[in-house]
């Protein structure tokens, strides 16, 4: 039966409040979101619905860094240009090329270009080689149980090979959504033969079935249908069936043939027809079995636009999918140097601080594949410029929304597990705001609130004299300024060793009388700063302990190097013991504490961060990991005058 009732516009309402009621009509359905396996390699543009875990390490053994000799160390300490070396093959060195393994007893590898060859079983060299140099240690990269990518993040190509260097083979993904393309209009054709007078080629439906592809969903186009109401509702109701989302192109005007509207209310609820949109107003939403019917104008540039905001926007809600990109100014917060011969691309971590787009530089070594996951977006030096400066402002190229940027908090200074799980708890449950952390040591977190470049400081700095935690460092460094200290957290730090300890640890004296290899911490970070206070309470000698100079940035690589083998002993959290299966012996409860700006304290950014850190959430996932205790959050003020 061919219906002639004439469809007129029910409304003309504002977009953000036609976009509103999608939300709210649709509340079951987007709550709803179906998870399914999906392997890694096949996983570009997915949506992952929960974080995904390194199961290994990358590298995943200790591995030569550069073409040449691995040595001895110890063999080399008296070289230099005035008492050359010479070292016998397989006896004193072995031959390596980038990326063998470095097994005992070598140690050290020495660039090709650096030693001279005496004959075809000896070399000679004119430096001293130190433990561990060119050589990648387990985990440099990716260490094992630490998140790759958080919840709800969009695969990049980068981030396929960073799971798959991870261990990773299959993740967890949104379901791509289906998405019925129908084409109306009895004036319509095929793009296969020469049209007629009355005939218009159809074209929307493979705009349509492109941007659904490049929006994340799968697209299912079907035949056109004359304009018949009938014809136009057995359509409907097969492509409903078949698919999550229906789009109707053409049939949404006031003219006499355009049944789309009456067929929805027919079939199930027109949410809204008509927005007060230019192009675009005849735009329509309808709900048929709980599934969304999206009817969009036939003009082709109306077309885009309806079909670029309300499809796109249901398909973001089903994929939980906030990602955009764009290029924007930011100041460098670091000087760069480049050499002229190569135009070179900067992975950037940037933050809005104090109304200010700051660009962070992140890790520039050709390994180095998370400085490509956790970045921001990136900027070319071109080889005419040898150097950027600090305060310079450049072109980034983003790989992220700029609205999200602007709604990052971002947190500078000690490593700590627990600053993932609050990214993690953000990304689930907030679309706006998310966290960038940068593991540079308390001290270097606390410079970088003094700079403006940051949030949050975290840290852990003992005041050797009264044995309290920040507040002095925070007097010294953050003068002239109105300082937050978010207190609750304690946590235990010791020392890691394998299962069994078989070397029979028990305190920091012992790595010194048993001569065992130690990693240590960075200068300024916190557990760095607790060792030195530990030697000197006990009167130890630093320089008696091997391998205090050998610095790691994070916990995760201190137990990483002790759980390879390249390290004894190492100093950090319980937490990470309890992940990389390490015994742990406890040295001292500490404080972690989160320095706050007074421009953030007073922001509605802050009030997300401590609602996540407040929560119980939060707080069930820090008894999991162990090594922490919990007390209520408090906060103290510290106004700091110049002195």
């Not at 000799?69 to 980038?98: F, G, H, W």
């Not at 590898?109 to 050589?135: F, G, H, K, L």
């Not at 006499?256 to 230019?278: C, M, N, P, R």
């Amino acid at each position: 039966m061919k219906k002639n009732k004439r469809d007129y516009y029910l409304s003309n309402i504002p977009l953000e409040k036609a976009l509103s009621l999608i939300e709210n009509s649709f509340k079951d359905f987007f709550g709803n979101e179906e998870v399914e396996k999906v392997k890694v390699i096949d996983s570009y543009n997915r949506i992952v619905a929960k974080s995904v875990i390194a199961k290994i390490s990358s590298p995943h053994y200790n591995s030569s860094a550069v073409d040449g000799i691995a040595v001895k160390s110890i063999k080399t300490i008296t070289a230099n240009e005035r008492n050359p070396i010479k070292l016998l093959k397989n006896e004193d060195y072995i031959i390596v090329d980038t990326g063998d393994s470095i097994t005992e007893p070598f140690n050290s590898v020495i660039m090709i270009e650096d030693i001279v060859e005496v004959d075809e079983n000896t070399v000679e060299i004119r430096s001293a080689s130190v433990p561990w140099q060119n050589i990648r240690p387990v985990g440099e990269d990716i260490v094992k149980s630490e998140m790759i990518i958080p919840s709800n993040h969009k695969v990049k190509p980068f981030d396929i090979g960073a799971m798959l260097a991870g261990g990773v083979i299959e993740i967890e993904c949104y379901k791509v959504p289906s998405v019925g393309i129908i084409p109306t209009g009895t004036e319509i054709i095929e793009p296969t033969s020469t049209p007629k007078t009355d005939q218009i080629i159809e074209t929307n439906s493979r705009m349509f079935e492109n941007l659904v592809r490049e929006y994340g969903g799968n697209p299912k186009r079907y035949k056109p249908v004359i304009d018949d109401y009938e014809l136009i509702k057995d359509a409907i109701l097969k492509a409903n069936k078949e698919n999550d989302i229906v789009v109707i192109n053409a049939g949404s005007s006031a003219g006499t043939e355009d049944y789309t509207s009456q067929i929805i209310e027919d079939l199930g609820e027109l949410i809204f027809h008509g927005v007060a949109i230019k192009p675009g107003k005849p735009a329509m939403v309808g709900k048929i079995n709980n599934k969304p019917i999206v009817g969009v104008p036939g003009f082709p540039v109306s077309a885009y636009v309806v079909f670029d905001i309300f499809v796109k926007n249901i398909i973001d809600k089903m994929l939980q999918n906030n990602e955009k990109r764009s290029t924007v100014k930011a100041i460098l917060s670091k000087k760069i140097f480049s050499s002229l011969k190569h135009d070179e691309y900067i992975r950037i971590k940037l933050g809005k601080v104090d109304n200010k787009l700051i660009a962070t530089p992140l890790k520039r070594g050709a390994g180095v594949t998370m400085s490509l996951v956790k970045a921001d977006g990136m900027f070319i030096i071109p080889k005419s410029k040898e150097v950027v400066e600090a305060g310079e402002k450049v072109d980034i190229r983003l790989f992220r929304d700029i609205s999200d940027i602007e709604n990052t908090i971002v947190s500078i200074g000690s490593h700590d597990i627990l600053l993932d799980i609050v990214s993690d708890i953000l990304a689930k449950k907030n679309s706006l705001v998310s966290l960038s952390s940068a593991h540079v040591g308390s001290l270097g977190g606390i410079m970088a609130l003094r700079k403006g470049e940051s949030h949050i400081a975290t840290s852990h700095l003992l005041d050797f004299n009264t044995g309290i935690y920040n507040e002095s460092y925070i007097s010294k460094f953050l003068k002239n300024k109105k300082i937050y200290l978010i207190k609750a957290i304690k946590r235990e730090q010791g020392l890691f060793v394998l299962k069994g300890n078989k070397d029979k640890i028990t305190c920091v004296k012992d790595i010194i009388e048993k001569k065992l290899l130690f990693v240590n911490r960075q200068n300024g970070s916190g557990t760095r700063v607790l060792l030195d206070y530990i030697l000197k309470k006990e009167k130890l000698n630093k320089n008696d302990i091997i391998g205090y100079d050998r610095e790691m940035n994070t916990h995760m690589t201190v137990a990483t190097a002790v759980l390879s083998g390249s390290a004894k002993v190492g100093m950090g959290i319980k937490s990470v013991a309890n992940i990389m299966n390490l015994d742990f012996i406890p040295i001292a409860s500490e404080d972690y504490d989160f320095i706050v700006s007074d421009d953030f304290y007073n922001s509605n950014n802050y009030k997300v961060f401590w609602n996540v850190i407040s929560s119980d959430d939060f707080k069930e996932k820090l008894e999991k990991l162990g090594g922490y205790s919990l007390g209520e959050f408090r906060v103290k003020c510290i106004e700091v005058g110049e002195k």
